[in-house]
């Protein structure tokens, strides 16, 4: 378990196709962070040689369901612990997490408390077409249209009550993911400049 008080994490979520990943980027890049996108994490451990996980993994993926808490947990904090022990990074974008309340109360007693949620809003209409256009080339096996599908479900019935518990908490900063990418990343800045004000104070 780490002290909320050393280790920031801020949960960033948002349909799939909402730009996460590519704002996560952005903030890596200005603000220092430490990116750990669920996916990601998941999707390396699937191609992992020897992984007693791989098959259940690209089954979760292909169906866009949500791939067991316990092994993205232990992927994350392992992560975690990496960045801490070799770079002394302590400050978190934890992208694509949680998408189930159970991830989120085990992650918050576990592992760390967040700081707050970025949510990035945005229309299914823009999600699906922004997915199939990044299909074209992303060589993902859940970027077609019935994944896509899958993905959004998964999205309004078990993510999205992770939103609104947050938001009853009032932990929740919401974007508007409808705009380009840069109009996106100036609303982004303006939150994270706040924020991260108010935690240096
Ligand atoms: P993403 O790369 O964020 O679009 O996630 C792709 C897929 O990975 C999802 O549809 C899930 O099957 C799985 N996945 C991503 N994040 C999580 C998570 N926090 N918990 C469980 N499964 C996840």
Do not use: W
Request: aromatic share 8%; net charge negative.
């Amino acid at each position: 378990m780490f002290d909320h008080n050393d280790v920031f994490v801020i949960f960033v979520l948002g349909g799939p196709g909402s730009g996460k990943g590519t704002q996560c980027a952005n903030i890596k890049n200005d603000y220092g962070f430490v990116h750990l996108s669920a996916g990601d994490l998941l999707r390396e451990e699937q191609q992992r040689e020897g992984s007693e996980f791989k098959e259940l993994i690209q089954t979760c993926i292909r169906e866009g369901k949500i791939v067991p808490m316990e092994v993205t947990i232990a992927l994350l904090e392992k992560s975690m612990q990496e960045a801490i022990d070799t770079d002394g990074k302590k400050r978190f974008l934890v992208d694509g997490f949680p998408r189930k309340m159970d991830q989120a109360i085990k992650f918050e007693k576990m592992v760390v408390e967040s700081q707050f949620t970025l949510y990035f809003e945005c229309s299914e209409e823009t999600l699906v077409t922004r997915l199939l256009k990044r299909g074209e080339s992303s060589g993902r096996i859940d970027d077609n249209i019935e994944s896509i599908k899958k993905r959004f479900q998964t999205f309004k019935d078990t993510s999205f009550p992770v939103i609104e518990y947050y938001e009853e908490k009032s932990k929740v900063r919401k974007i508007n993911a409808e705009q380009d990418r840069e109009s996106v990343y100036i609303d982004v800045q303006k939150i994270l400049d706040i924020s991260l004000q108010r935690s240096d104070a």
